[in-house]
């Protein structure tokens, strides 16, 4: 019986995990292809190719910033907030409503 609970558990956090990166690569094609997009159309549109560089890449960098974060937060092991944060809040809230 507790073989089978533990297997669920497993289960639920391996569903959990695969959403977490399904949904970081669902952002990163969406930031490629926004990007091209974007650069393509701004390229097409600008007549004085030399203004356009900085122009064209303030998009791809921040919101690169903001992939390579979620992408770190997806592969890297929990460190700040990880799995013993979690317990631990949990733990720390149940004593508190005691």
Known sequence: MNNINENDIRY??????VKKIKGFYIHL??????NLLVIALQFFDTDDKEQWSWKM?????FWGIGLAA?????????????????????K???????
């Open 12 to 17: 639920k956090e391996a569903e959990k995990r």
């Open 92 to 98: 720390e809230l149940m004593d508190k409503e005691k």
């Open 57 to 61: 890449l303030q998009l791809p960098v």
């Open 70 to 90: 979620h992408g770190l937060s997806v592969f890297l092991p929990p460190v700040v907030l990880g799995k013993r944060w979690e317990e631990k809040k949990i």
């Open 29 to 34: 094609m969406v930031y490629c292809f926004t």
